[in-house]
C-alpha cells in the first residue's frame, strides 16, 4: 500500500508522523477516510477521533476539531488539540467530564459550552480507552 506524509499541527507543537498510509477524521459531516492519491481538499473536522495507520499499526488521537489541508504532497491536520490515546490524562478527562455535567444539571450556565466542554472530555475518555 502507498504511503503519504502526515503532519498534525496544533498551536502548541507539530506532530510529524511521517510516512502513513491511512488517516480517518471526524468530519463536519461524518467521518472521512484519507489514503494516497486522494484529491486535493480541505476539509472542516470536529471534535472526535483520529485514526492513523502507519507500517501496519493503528495509532488513535483525540481532536476538538480543526481543519485537513489534503493536498498532493502531504496531509496537514491543523487542529485544536490532538492527543495520542496513551498520552491521555484519564482522571483530568474524567474529571472535566464530571465538571460539564454538573453544570449542565444546574442549567445556570451556557448550554453550548458546557455541551462542548462534555464532548471534549467524553472524547479523550472514549480515545484513551483505546489505548
Known sequence: MKSFQLEIVTP???LDKGEVTYVRCPGMDGLFGVM???????IGMKTGEIKVTKDGNDLFF?????????SAEKVELLVETAEQADEID????????DK???H????DVDYIQSKAKLDRAANRLAVANRH
Open 36 to 42: 494516497n492519491g486522494h484529491i486535493p481538499a480541505l
Open 62 to 70: 483525540a481532536t476538538s476539531g480543526g481543519y485537513a489541508d489534503i
Open 12 to 14: 502548541d507543537k507539530l
Open 90 to 97: 484519564v482522571t483530568r478527562a474524567a474529571s472535566a467530564r
Open 104 to 107: 449542565l444539571s444546574k442549567g
Open 100 to 102: 460539564a455535567k454538573e
